[in-house]
């Protein structure tokens, strides 16, 4: 994201090489601050209940109408575990307990970062949130694959299958490649 004015003083900003650093950053020559840009955390939270998992359809854009695991923008001032069950909260009405960590997922070209849990259910009970059109649970035979949203809901719905599979909780690291676009 190009930067022109300094978010501190005001005064314009250049981009320039840092001493001791290896990227090029946003300076104030007014106020001699380094201006960081770094990559934004999304964490979400794959609800399980008995041997279900719970997906949210997607109310808005980028693709309104598909089926999403639950997830969002971390928040300041919380943890990735307390923004995966706050975003669980907001698009599907459902308490959730923390499992284990899924996924991390890379998407370098738009700067973002995924951190997805598994989770169960507190109880049964869910609703569609402001983000959401429908909220269902699917079981592994059930889920609508060509309607799933984003590829890292995809890999983590087939890493999230295959752990259970062998009664595994292991992490996944994935990357999405840009010539795998989403599909419009």
């Not at 698009?91 to 923390?98: F, G, L, P, Q, S």
């Amino acid at each position: 994201m190009d930067m022109n004015y300094c978010s501190f003083c005001g005064g314009p900003v250049i981009l320039k090489e840092i001493i001791d650093d290896h990227l090029p950053r946003y300076f104030c020559e007014k106020c001699d601050s380094v201006h960081y840009q770094n990559p934004k955390v999304v964490v979400g939270c794959l609800p399980i209940w008995e041997d279900k998992v719970l997906l949210c359809k997607r109310a808005i854009e980028p693709m309104r109408g598909y089926w999403n695991v639950p997830a969002g923008y971390l928040e300041n001032g919380e943890t990735v575990e307390e923004g995966a069950a706050r975003e669980v909260w907001e698009e599907a009405m459902a308490k959730v307990t923390i499992d284990y960590l899924l996924v991390v997922y890379s998407i370098k070209h738009i700067n973002q970062v995924y951190i997805l849990f598994v989770s169960e259910l507190k109880e049964p009970v869910f609703d569609i949130g402001v983000e959401s059109l429908e909220v269902q649970l699917f079981s592994e035979e059930e889920i609508p694959w060509k309607e799933i949203a984003f590829n890292s809901s995809a890999f983590a719905l087939k890493r999230f299958f295959e752990n259970r599979k062998v009664g595994s909780t292991k992490v996944h690291m994935g990357e999405f490649i840009f010539k795998d676009r989403i599909r419009k």
